[in-house]
C-alpha cells in the first residue's frame, strides 16, 4: 500500500496559491482514479483507492503547512505504512515553474513542511516529488509569494507543474521511482 501526501493549506483560503501545489496534484490522482478524500482523521483529509492495481490512500494534512508532520506521523502509525512506501508531493521555490523533480530521499531543504514531516517521522528516506513555483524577485517577500494568490499569467505553468507531478506518481506506483526519475528529472 502506497500513502500519497500533499502537502498544502487548508483549501478554503489557500486554493489558489503556490504553496498548494501538494494539496492541486492530491486532487487530480482523485478526480482520475475516482477516489473521494474526504475522510476527516489524522488531522488531515483522505481516501483510499486502487492506482494501477496498488493500494493506495491520498491524504491532504489540515493542520496548516508548517505542522503538516503531524497528520504525516498519526496516518502512519495507524496504517503501518513503510517509509519505502510514502511518496510527499510539495511546491519548492528552488525548481521552476511548470517542471518537476522526484528525489528518493533527502533533507527537507527550506520548506517548512517538510521539515515538520522529516521531523515527525524522523526519517529522510522517503520519495518525494516535488513541483516548481519558482522564487520570487525579492527573497523578503517569500512568505506572500508562497501564500498569496497565483497570478492569471502564472497559473497554466503552475497547472502543468502539478499535471507532471501526477503523472510522476503515478509512474512511480507503476514502474518504480528509478524509471520515474529517469521519465522526470
Do not use: C, W
Not at 492530491?26 to 493500494?55: D, R
Not at 512506501?85 to 511548470?98: A, F, T
Request: charged share 30%.
Amino acid at each position: 500500500m502506497y500513502l500519497i501526501i500533499g502537502l498544502g493549506n487548508p483549501e478554503k483560503d489557500y486554493s489558489n496559491t503556490r504553496h498548494n501545489m501538494g494539496f492541486n496534484t492530491i486532487n487530480k490522482i482523485a478526480k482520475q482514479y475516482e477516489i473521494e478524500v474526504i475522510k476527516t482523521k489524522f488531522k488531515g483529509l483522505y481516501g483510499s483507492g486502487i492506482i494501477e492495481g496498488e493500494k493506495v490512500i491520498l491524504l491532504k494534512p489540515q493542520t496548516f503547512m508548517n505542522l503538516s508532520g503531524e497528520s504525516v506521523k498519526e496516518i502512519i502509525q495507524f496504517y503501518k505504512v513503510d517509509e519505502e512506501q510514502i511518496i510527499v508531493i510539495y511546491d519548492d521555490i528552488d525548481i521552476e515553474p511548470g517542471t518537476i523533480k522526484i528525489r528518493k530521499a533527502g533533507g527537507p531543504g527550506t520548506h517548512n513542511g517538510m521539515k515538520s514531516v522529516v521531523h515527525e517521522l524522523n526519517t529522510q528516506n522517503f520519495k518525494r516529488v516535488r513541483v516548481g513555483i519558482g522564487s520570487p524577485i525579492e527573497k523578503a517577500d517569500l512568505i506572500e509569494y508562497v501564500i498569496g494568490a497565483i497570478p492569471e499569467e502564472e497559473k497554466e505553468k503552475l497547472e502543468k507543474g502539478t499535471e507532471l507531478a501526477k503523472e510522476a506518481v503515478i509512474e512511480i506506483i507503476k514502474n518504480g521511482i528509478d524509471i520515474a526519475m529517469n521519465k522526470f528529472n
